[in-house]
């Protein structure tokens, strides 16, 4: 008996190519756009929007198109009991393996971040991190990015005194305040050595489905291995991995 699951009917995977071809940095394309996007056939790409259209899965905005809202009714119903640490769960393995460090996912509790889930580095010099870890919200990257797109948390934190973790800790409520809003321009942040000497960080926001920061996905290690040009070449890889995850919990980008 053959183990092999179903052939991949191969409209059902265009259909599939379409729809990936729109994410959060692109939520609407034109019709050339999709079809670089998937290299499907022009004329097949034309015949498959325009029933996807008739059926609601795209919408017309003007001359371009976007995932339809009937896409987002059925999204909530999948979404609906979706436990957001069940979802990352691979996917912080993924990043552990393809990174080598170690994956975190952090959740904001009033003036602090908490460690929600982890997939620990098999490196034996690593940063010290577990599920329960607290830390303030005005260090590392983590706290940047949950402050970053949460304005009344930040100003709340802000008007609070800044302890200093390291002697790189900013302390400095007009300087923090800058480095969030170039962190929300940005889209990711990278820290080194605020919250602990010798360790650096770099974070991406996940959203809900109201458009609302629900964690901070995070890689970070020893900054000897792990340093600040290490970081910027996992900034892709790690917004993508937020993006899928947003996107799995029927999350959006805020307006």
Same mark, same amino acid.
């Given at each position: 008996?053959?183990?092999?699951?179903?052939?991949?009917?191969?409209?059902?995977?265009?259909?599939?190519?379409?729809?990936?071809?729109?994410?959060?940095?692109?939520?609407?394309?034109?019709?050339?756009?999709?079809?670089?996007?998937?290299?499907?056939?022009?004329?097949?790409?034309?015949?498959?929007?325009?029933?996807?259209?008739?059926?609601?899965?795209?919408?017309?905005?003007?001359?371009?198109?976007?995932?339809?809202?009937?896409?987002?009714?059925? *999204?909530?119903?999948?979404?609906?009991?979706?436990?957001?640490? &069940?979802? *990352?769960?691979?996917?912080?393995?993924?990043?552990?393996?393809?990174?080598?460090?170690?994956?975190?996912?952090?959740?904001?509790?009033?003036?602090?971040?908490?460690?929600?889930?982890?997939? &620990?580095?098999?490196?034996?010099?690593?940063?010290?991190?577990?599920?329960?870890?607290?830390?303030?919200?005005?260090?590392?990257? *983590?706290?940047?990015?949950?402050?970053?797109?949460?304005?009344?948390?930040?100003?709340?934190?802000?008007?609070?005194?800044?302890?200093?973790?390291? &002697?790189?800790?900013?302390?400095?409520?007009?300087?923090?305040?800058?480095?969030?809003?170039?962190?929300?321009?940005?889209?990711?942040?990278?820290?080194?050595?605020?919250?602990?000497?010798?360790?650096?960080?770099?974070?991406?926001?996940?959203?809900?489905?109201?458009?609302?920061?629900?964690?901070?996905?995070?890689?970070?290690?020893?900054?000897?291995?792990?340093?600040?040009?290490?970081?910027?070449?996992?900034?892709?890889?790690?917004?993508?991995?937020?993006?899928?995850?947003?996107?799995?919990?029927?999350?959006?980008?805020?307006?």
């Amino acid at each position: 008996m053959s183990t092999e699951g179903p052939r991949r009917l191969l409209v059902l995977g265009k259909i599939t190519d379409i729809l990936d071809a729109f994410t959060l940095q692109h939520p609407v394309r034109s019709l050339g756009e999709i079809q670089q996007a998937t290299g499907i056939p022009t004329s097949t790409v034309q015949r498959l929007v325009s029933n996807m259209v008739a059926e609601g899965m795209l919408d017309r905005v003007g001359d371009r198109v976007r995932v339809g809202v009937r896409m987002a009714y059925w *999204a909530g119903a999948a979404a609906r009991g979706v436990d957001l640490l &069940e979802l *990352a769960a691979p996917l912080l393995r993924e990043l552990r393996d393809t990174t080598g460090e170690t994956a975190s996912l952090f959740r904001a509790e009033g003036h602090h971040r908490v460690c929600v889930a982890v997939a &620990e580095t098999r490196h034996a010099l690593r940063r010290e991190m577990h599920v329960g870890k607290v830390i303030p919200l005005h260090t590392g990257s *983590a706290g940047r990015v949950l402050l970053a797109w949460s304005p009344e948390r930040a100003d709340a934190v802000l008007a609070g005194p800044l302890e200093p973790l390291t &002697e790189y800790t900013v302390t400095d409520p007009d300087t923090l305040r800058t480095l969030l809003a170039d962190t929300r321009r940005d889209g990711f942040a990278i820290t080194v050595a605020e919250r602990d000497d010798g360790g650096s960080g770099l974070s991406a926001p996940v959203f809900d489905h109201a458009g609302e920061v629900a964690a901070a996905l995070t890689v970070s290690g020893p900054t000897i291995r792990f340093g600040r040009s290490e970081c910027e070449k996992c900034v892709d890889l790690l917004a993508g991995a937020a993006e899928k995850l947003t996107r799995t919990l029927g999350g959006r980008p805020p307006v």
